[in-house]
């Protein structure tokens, strides 16, 4: 072969093998990109599979809803300022709107608008920052629950690889339930539940076209799109999502007519105020769901319960317009507000109506004095520690008790009048409120009989108790408002005292019921026994130191109690209490500085002050009241026997005052003729 020859074919072999080299590189990139993005997707893949969104598990905070017994709403609490519902409960309108303004591709793509996506990529590499994210609803779902709000690269592979997370765990409508509950409207209301409130003053369900479109054009800018702080922008807007809408064909030609030809119509807030609906009784309703029922605080207050509770509206609103009037109440110091509280309780069910729990502008978390407060409540111990167990040892109300000077190892008690009787019947020494008689009774019966029976009354006692001033009230520590409206609720009730509660009911936001009131009932002392002090109780209140609890027309009964100051040299007393009872309703009513001093006391006793209180609160809600009278049928011969001792005392009385009387004229007759003699005699005689 030539030398020419061969260069040729060498010459048309060369492309040849320039080409299948350019094949291999080809080749070689391509695998290389292959693999480079099958890495890609399984770090990515991994990424995704590891990523926690367990905390869209969470139920969106729902206020709890608590109802009277009829099943009326008396008020909502809440501790968040979400109020979430459900998918079901969110109008399609609504739903629409949001779609066609923020993702109208929602239900076609997986978490990630990869057109919209790329767009925002460029504008974002021309501007040389963030200015566009061409998010998703999903993605923004995750930035709201996962994120920061900051824009940075890095948040936004976060919110990539949580977005596709969430599509693989959750359904469309899952999405959206989750998204619209979070979501901020303007105006401090989160979640479309609150804006809808807000705004519009009704609930999300019954939002209008108009209004759905409204609150779906809020979320680009709440605060400059929110029709309370720019109308006009915001009805802008509110056109542009109906526009959308259109397009999108969600909505017809004459439903856009209609709504774009509306105007825009804001109504008051419908948020509760929950500080303002009975805050003292919810105190106590949510007390008693965590410490009663085992819920957190949280559950009860985020978990959108139903509470079905005792309370009766017409008595906690009698209570209510008591507690606003000061003219009810003593007049304060400048520097602290008298403090009072009263609680009034159901004595067959011991279902708690009504209850206030202190004066003055109610604050979060206040102390509730009807419930927590512990005082000692001075005379109005007595029935319980003294003459409920006195009747149980045999004693009648027609037994004489001493009234007279007594020394009990160094204890010398004294009657508030310092008058002494001699004797007086125990009906005279309750209803009058004598000290010496009850203290000489529990040294008769013994003083372990009487802390008995007061734990029987659910009152606790401490060692540092057992002494006679128990009789008078004195406990090392003291009682509460409701804990003593317990107590006396069993005499209302034949003996029987059932266990205090504000629920009945709890049910889940489901409807399930996670709780039912299984109170204990306590048979404290015999019908016998109950009716008897029902009916010195009730002369305490006809004839006694009550007097000013009596209610026209409606049988009363009831004590007061008055505490000495904790300090001498000033008159005056630290508690206020009357504990009382008609056959239908049993309150307790304290009243008290919360820190006394030589400058805070009251200056008067409990019958002016308590008792008062009491027959008002009772007297407004009469129309509660179907039982006037007590029912005393089991001791008509203890009345009987009690009327002829007191008729017996009387004539004694009457006798010995005849004859102090007649004592007296003589004495005066012989001091006169003495007078008339020793003047003759000294012939001063005219």
């Not at 890095?154 to 765990?169: G, M, T």
């Not at 409130?197 to 929110?226: M, N, R």
């Not at 279902?351 to 004066?359: C, E, F, K, Q, S």
Request: charged fraction near 25%.
């Amino acid at each position: 072969m030539k030398r020419s020859e061969y260069k040729e074919q060498q010459h048309k072999k060369t492309p040849k093998k320039k080409s299948s080299l350019m094949k291999k590189i080809t080749g070689f990139v391509f695998i290389s990109v292959m693999f480079a993005v099958l890495c890609t997707l399984i770090v990515l893949n991994v990424f995704i599979t590891f990523s926690d969104v367990s905390k869209l598990e969470e139920a969106a905070p729902r206020s709890t809803v608590i109802y009277d017994p009829n099943g009326e709403v008396i008020s909502k609490v809440s501790n968040s300022n979400i109020e979430g519902v459900t998918i079901d409960q969110i109008p399609n309108t609504l739903v629409e709107a949001v779609i066609s303004v923020e993702d109208q591709r929602f239900y076609k793509h997986h978490g990630i608008n990869y057109l919209r996506m790329g767009r925002a990529l460029l504008e974002n590499a021309f501007k040389g920052k963030i200015v566009a994210g061409g998010s998703t609803i999903t993605q923004q779902l995750a930035k709201n629950v996962f994120l920061t709000q900051e824009r940075t690269y890095s948040r936004k592979f976060k919110e990539l690889i949580l977005a596709k997370k969430i599509e693989r765990e959750y359904s469309k409508e899952e999405i959206m339930e989750r998204y619209l509950n979070q979501i901020y409207f303007g105006n401090g209301a989160w979640g479309v539940q609150r804006a809808a409130q807000t705004y519009f003053g009704k609930d999300v369900s019954e939002l209008t076209l108009s209004e759905s479109a409204t609150i779906a054009g809020i979320i680009k800018a709440p605060s400059h799109l929110s029709p309370t702080k720019n109308m006009e922008k915001s009805v802008k807007r509110r056109n542009l999502v109906l526009l959308l809408m259109l397009r999108e064909q969600y909505i017809s030609q004459r439903e856009y007519d209609e709504a774009i030809g509306q105007k825009l119509a804001l109504t008051d807030s419908t948020v509760p105020d929950y500080k303002a609906e009975y805050p003292y009784y919810i105190d106590r309703v949510v007390d008693e769901a965590v410490n009663m029922y085992g819920l957190t605080r949280d559950e009860v207050l985020s978990g959108g319960l139903h509470i079905t509770t005792e309370i009766n509206p017409v008595v906690q609103n009698a209570l209510e317009e008591v507690y606003a009037d000061d003219r009810y109440f003593p007049r304060s110091t400048p520097d602290q507000l008298l403090q009072s509280a009263s609680v009034f309780l159901n004595p067959k069910t011991g279902g708690i109506l009504a209850l206030v729990g202190g004066r003055g502008e109610y604050t979060q978390k206040r102390f509730n004095n009807a419930t927590d407060l512990i005082r000692q409540p001075g005379s109005a111990l007595k029935p319980l520690a003294v003459y409920t167990p006195a009747l149980e040892e045999g004693y009648h109300m027609s037994d004489l008790l001493v009234d007279e000077p007594i020394d009990m190892g160094g204890y010398s008690p004294k009657n508030l009048d310092q008058k002494y009787r001699g004797s007086v019947t125990m009906y005279d020494a309750l209803t009058q409120s004598y000290n010496i008689p009850p203290v000489w009774l529990l040294d008769q019966i013994g003083i372990k009989n009487g802390m008995r029976a007061v734990e029987r009354f659910g009152i606790p006692l401490e060692k540092n108790d057992r002494t006679l001033g128990l009789a008078l009230g004195g406990m090392n520590k003291g009682t509460s408002p409701l804990g003593m409206a317990q107590a006396f609720s069993a005499f209302a009730n034949d003996g029987v005292m059932e266990e205090a509660h504000a629920i009945t009911e709890i049910k889940d936001s489901e409807g399930k019921v996670l709780g039912k009131w299984r109170g204990e009932s306590v048979h404290v002392t015999d019908a016998e026994v109950a009716q008897q002090m029902t009916y010195m109780l009730q002369g305490a209140v006809k004839e006694g130191t009550a007097k000013k609890a009596q209610i026209s027309g409606v049988d009363v009964a009831g004590k007061t109690g008055t505490t000495q100051l904790p300090f001498e040299g000033v008159d005056g007393s630290k508690d206020h209490w009357f504990v009382g009872y008609t056959p239908d309703i049993a309150g307790a009513v304290w009243l008290g500085y919360d820190q006394t001093d030589a400058d805070h006391y009251l200056t008067s006793t409990s019958s002016f002050t308590a008792t008062p209180i009491f027959a008002q609160v009772v007297s407004k809600s009469a129309s509660e009241l179907t039982t006037k009278k007590f029912d005393l049928s089991l001791i008509d011969e203890e009345i009987k026997e009690l009327k002829k001792q007191k008729k017996k005392t009387k004539e004694e009385r009457e006798k010995k005052e005849k004859k102090k009387e007649s004592d007296k004229k003589r004495k005066e007759f012989w001091e006169s003729i003495e007078k008339w003699g020793r003047d003759l005699f000294n012939g001063k005689e005219d």
